[in-house]
């Protein structure tokens, strides 16, 4: 991964994050056994992209950054305010805590360190603000599973939120435990 890039999206760069978001998040819910809830696929790409387009406002509470190999978008990552499934799961009790999200790797890219980088270059950023802790939620079992290891002990498990056995994970860490050096 020597001529990996992080850096803040361009808008020229806006179709080539769409198509990560559609690439990332239709083979996430395929690999979790739930590719036919196609209603569910599209909310979450508007919702990531509705998201991006937020980042590029004047004074936003968004930030976005990307990985680039070769002009080609390869991860995300955001930082903003919490989303509703947080908010209604802790009773707002973070709401003023910002979430890190919008984690997603190609298909063809995961595995190789670059969701670890995007968050170790987002986390140098928080710490540069002074922010000192962070928020982060996941649904998908496969992903949760990398975060159980990156993460540890979630902050709060919703059991069955979306189904029976499929649960909803609320993590709570100190950006100085992740940002590295
Ligand atoms: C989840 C996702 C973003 C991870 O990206 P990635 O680039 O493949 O992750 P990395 O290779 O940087 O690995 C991240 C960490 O998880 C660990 N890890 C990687 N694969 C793992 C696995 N199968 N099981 C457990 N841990 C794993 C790595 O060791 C690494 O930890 P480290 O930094 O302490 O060494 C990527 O798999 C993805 O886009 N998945 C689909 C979309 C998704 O579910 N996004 C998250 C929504 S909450």
């Known amino acids: 991964m020597a ?24 083979t996430a819910f395929i690999k979790e056994g739930i590719g036919h809830l196609t209603e569910d696929i599209t909310n979450d790409i508007n919702e990531k992209i509705h998201k991006l387009m937020r980042s590029f406002q004047d004074d936003s509470d968004v ?5 680039k190999i ?3 978008v390869v991860g995300t990552i955001s930082y903003g305010p919490p989303n509703n ?11 003023n ?4 999200g919008s984690i997603y790797v190609l298909p063809e890219f995961q595995g190789k360190g ?9 986390l140098s950023i928080l710490d540069k603000k002074q ?10 079992k ?13 902050y709060i498990i919703r059991e069955d939120y979306w189904g029976k056995n499929s649960h909803h994970m609320i993590w709570l860490c100190n950006v100085s435990d992740f940002k590295g050096d």
């Open 70 to 72: 070769d002009d080609v």
């Open 3 to 26: 001529n990996i890039v992080i850096e803040k999206p361009k808008s020229s760069d806006i179709e080539k994050i769409k198509y990560l978001f559609k690439e990332t998040i239709t």
């Open 63 to 67: 930030i976005f950054l990307i990985a």
């Open 142 to 154: 496969n992903a949760q599973q990398i975060w159980l290891k990156k993460f540890g002990k979630p």
């Open 85 to 95: 499934d947080i908010r209604k799961i802790t009773n707002n009790e973070l709401n």
């Open 131 to 140: 922010v000192t802790a962070f928020c982060l939620d996941c649904g998908l």
């Open 97 to 100: 805590m910002g979430e890190i």
């Open 114 to 122: 670059i969701a670890s980088k995007l968050i170790k270059e987002m």
